[in-house]
């Protein structure tokens, strides 16, 4: 069973910035970020595969926020610039791994077996 520890959330003002990682006690193959506002439904933000360079990201955080990972470290980080009050969420970690070829898309829930417990974002105005 693999655990994530997320860390890094905040208050910030608008224009802000922060970084947020998550670091994984075990191998995965996939990581990615996902976030929640209230009355909303969880949201794809970024994702990335440990091996390659490929990155994904939602269109609502493309050339504001930045994936990157550490394989030393097990630790992905979220970059996250230019915050705006939008971006306010819980962010949550999550990881994949199975099956360990998977080479598809990453931006759907159901493709991460493990998720942290969330970190909080706001971002005010």
């Known amino acids: 069973q693999v655990q994530l520890a997320e860390s890094g959330g905040g208050l910030v003002q608008a224009g802000d910035s922060l970084r947020l990682s998550c670091a994984a006690s075990g191998r995965t193959y996939w990581m990615g970020w996902f976030r929640q506002a209230p009355g909303k439904e969880r949201e794809f933000v970024a994702a990335r595969r440990w091996s390659g360079t490929t990155t994904y990201y939602a269109d609502s955080v493309k050339g504001r926020f930045t994936i990157s990972r550490d394989n030393a470290k097990s630790t992905v980080y979220l970059q996250m610039n230019n915050l705006k009050p939008e971006d306010t969420a819980v962010y949550y970690c999550?990881?994949?791994?199975?099956?360990?070829?998977?080479?598809?898309?990453?931006?759907?829930?159901?493709?991460?077996?493990?998720w942290g417990q969330g970190t909080q974002v706001t971002v005010s105005s």
């Open positions: 999550a990881a994949g791994d199975s099956p360990p070829f998977y080479s598809g898309p990453l931006h759907y829930p159901d493709k991460y077996n493990y």
